[in-house]
């Protein structure tokens, strides 16, 4: 069956068409590659289930490590050398051979995955780990063969099983923590329930959730998990979205709120109106974000997988050499052979090669799970560097939820109540936060609005539109100087807010101001950013003086006022062209340009829209300190893969040497089986300390 994929977001679908969340014509995949994080060869749409492979591969790295190790017991008890070492005799006619034949069998069954890794890495022209593997339990096995058939020389079946035997250990490790961090996002895919209550007229009945479509109206009851992305039509009841969001306390939802599908709700019945389901569902959008992220790969990762070629060069190299070396310097060709084989293991890039992809897995999981959605995974790794954040006003810093202040007069003609009543004629069309303040002051004064037409967004300025036989015009300031308008000299002179100016048939006759309430996290949010040595900037379209109030009170490194959306870009330039690294959080919508050219994108307060397609990284709550949360989570993973890269690169200074045998005069020497416990270690430390992991909500 074909896939198509969106190319502008990364999206999956079965059938053709447009992508529903960027609504640009889907291509068809068919390139057919290896999976890149297991090897496993993808079907021809280029996708196969990650999970359910590694599930399998778990199992079978599991059985494989337990059947060799019991085989491997007679194997011991039959090799001289432990019977040396544990001073018992145990010889009778044939017992080489049939040491031969148990070696055979863990040779065969516990090293075939190795033996197999070795043809696809081969095959792809890319030999790393599973070549090194493979290479040294083959010479191993073959060198004891011949000697048991005839050749001069000592076996050492013993040790070819246990090396076998702690790779298949380490590898079912490390198979369960990738295993882990590829399962923690589809824990989310469960959170919606079977079945929804459906509301039709007076007759509730219950249908499965695949059968909701677009705008019908659903009824979730108390203690219910949502079915759907919906906004609430009837009730208000507290939703607890933790699982979603990483959002502790419950959040209060009422008429007009958006809900997200997985949320729990409260001890209230609501009624809400279904917006998403399916492929637009906010949870398909999320696992297919993190998938995209989790494929994707950063600076970080190809550095690391241009070392692991290079470490794999350098084992062979050196393995070959320490096998001549030791050729020319002992007759004993076991022991030459021994030595080759623990440089090759000891130098295996595995670590290496799993020390970025896991902590990336984990932290894009993670982040998803706390409401910081990753499209950019080195912008996300970037995050460590930013010296500038500069912040988008309304939604953001503040609520976002204006509020008339105060109403001005400059004609005798209109009165207060008749000012806001034709404000509101022409802002009945628009869904801007400011037409919400207005029509909700005209609806505090009474009257319904008059009939309007011919409405306009003047971009960045205003709206405009035709009430009765009047031209009316909502603008701003910089609209009054650009135009050359003059109004009376004292007007919104010591008025702290939002001004709107109101023209009537292009004259002003009077001034609306708004306000909008500072959030309380903000302060929080701004003082934990200075404290880390990052300057905060305030970014926004309104006038000076309330640009100037919002910076003065939270104590902001500087502020931009009367930024048009196109000129906001600019302003991102400007920062950077003075050596600053730049962060832009907005809306997603009308900051796109200025998201675009930071050099870290972030859209806050996105809710379950993730399409916001300029932005690196997504915020789903519009809470401030989240950002904060982002940064020091930023800094956390790089400061895991730089951990991770120095220890599965760092050991290898110190072991290849020994394994060479360059102190083997004084009698230290590492033999095939401790070089895989040495690598082994590696591996699982590795994997281990990816794990811990964690996002700090602030």
């Known amino acids: 069956m074909s896939r198509y994929k969106c190319s502008h977001c990364g999206m999956e679908f079965d059938k053709p068409g447009k992508c529903t969340m960027c609504d640009v014509p889907l291509e068809e995949v068919s390139e057919e590659k290896p999976c890149e994080h297991c090897g496993h060869e993808e079907m021809k749409h280029g996708h196969h289930d990650h999970t359910e492979h590694h599930k399998h591969m778990v199992q079978d790295f599991k059985k494989r490590f337990f059947v060799s190790i019991i085989v491997t017991i007679p194997i011991l008890l039959l090799s001289p050398l ?103 996002l589809e824990k989310l895919a469960h959170l919606l329930p079977d079945t929804a209550h459906l509301v039709k007229g007076d007759i509730v009945s219950d249908v499965k959730i695949s059968e909701l479509e677009k705008e019908d109206i659903i009824l979730i009851k108390a203690g219910e998990k949502v079915p759907a992305d919906a906004v609430v039509t009837e009730g208000k009841s507290y939703i607890d979205e933790s699982m979603l969001t990483g959002e502790s306390k419950p959040v209060k939802k009422e008429k007009g709120d958006k809900i997200i599908g997985g949320s729990v709700n409260g001890d209230s019945p609501i009624k809400a109106k279904v917006v998403g389901t399916g492929e637009n569902s906010y949870l398909n959008k999320v696992v297919n974000l993190v998938k995209q992220a989790q494929g994707a790969k950063s600076k970080t990762q190809r550095l690391a997988d241009r070392a692991a070629m290079w470490l794999t060069i350098i084992a062979i190299s050196v393995g070959i050499i320490t096998l001549v070396v030791w050729l020319f310097k002992t007759p004993e060709v076991a022991f030459a052979i021994e030595r080759m084989a623990t440089v090759m293991i000891i130098t295996c890039p595995h670590a290496l090669g799993l020390a970025i992809p896991l902590v990336g897995a984990v932290s894009t999981s993670l982040s998803a799970k706390n409401g910081l959605l990753i499209r950019n995974r080195t912008a996300f790794e970037n995050s460590r560097k930013i010296t500038t954040l500069v912040f988008d006003k309304t939604g953001t810093l503040t609520e976002g939820k204006f509020g008339v202040s105060a109403i001005k007069t400059f004609d005798s003609e209109y009165d207060e109540k008749a000012i806001i009543k034709i404000a509101a004629s022409l802002e009945v069309n628009s869904e801007h936060s400011i037409a919400k303040g207005i029509l909700a002051k005209a609806k505090e004064l009474g009257g319904s609005p008059l009939k309007s037409e011919n409405f306009k967004v003047i971009k960045g300025e205003g709206v405009k539109g035709k009430v009765g036989s009047k031209k009316v015009r909502l603008v701003s300031k910089g609209y009054l100087d ?217």
């Open 82 to 184: 432990i019977q040396d070492f544990l001073n018992y005799t145990l010889v009778f006619s044939g017992d080489k051979y049939l040491m031969f034949v148990l070696s055979s069998f863990v040779f065969a069954y516990g090293g075939w995955p190795f033996l197999k890794g070795l043809f696809d890495e081969l095959k792809q022209k890319q030999p790393g780990m599973m070549t090194l593997i493979a290479l040294a339990i083959f010479v191993a096995y073959v060198y004891s063969a011949a000697v048991v058939f005839g050749l001069k020389g000592k076996y050492f079946f013993w040790e070819l099983a246990t090396l076998i035997d702690i790779m298949l250990l380490g590898h079912w490790i490390e198979m369960k923590s990738v295993l882990g961090a590829s399962r923690a």
């Open 482 to 698: 650009k135009n050359n308008i003059r109004i009376p000299e004292e007007a919104g002179k010591k008025l702290s807010g939002t001004l709107v100016f109101v023209l009537i048939n292009n004259k002003p006759v009077g001034l609306i101001v708004l306000s909008d309430k500072i959030r309380e996290d903000s302060y929080e949010a701004i003082k934990r950013l200075k404290k880390e040595g990052i300057k905060c900037v305030l970014l926004t379209g309104d006038n000076k003086e309330v640009a100037k109030e919002v910076a003065d009170e939270l104590e902001l490194d500087g502020f931009f006022a009367e930024v048009l959306p196109h000129e906001k870009q600019e302003k991102i330039k400007e920062l950077q062209y003075k050596g600053e690294v730049v962060a832009m959080t907005g809306d997603g919508i009308n900051d796109a340009p200025a998201l675009a050219q930071a050099d870290v994108g972030i859209a806050i307060g996105s809710g379950t829209d993730v399409a916001a397609e300029t932005a690196d990284i997504i915020l789903v709550n519009s809470n401030p300190k989240d950002v904060v949360s982002l940064i020091l989570f930023g800094k956390a993973t790089y400061r895991k893969m730089v951990q991770n890269l120095f220890w599965a690169t760092g050991y290898n200074v110190i072991a290849i040497p020994l394994a060479a045998g360059v102190l083997y005069k004084i009698g230290i020497v590492i033999s095939p089986a401790v070089g895989a416990i040495l690598m082994s270690m590696s591996t699982v430390i590795v994997a281990i300390n990816a794990s811990f992991l964690r996002v700090k909500k602030q």
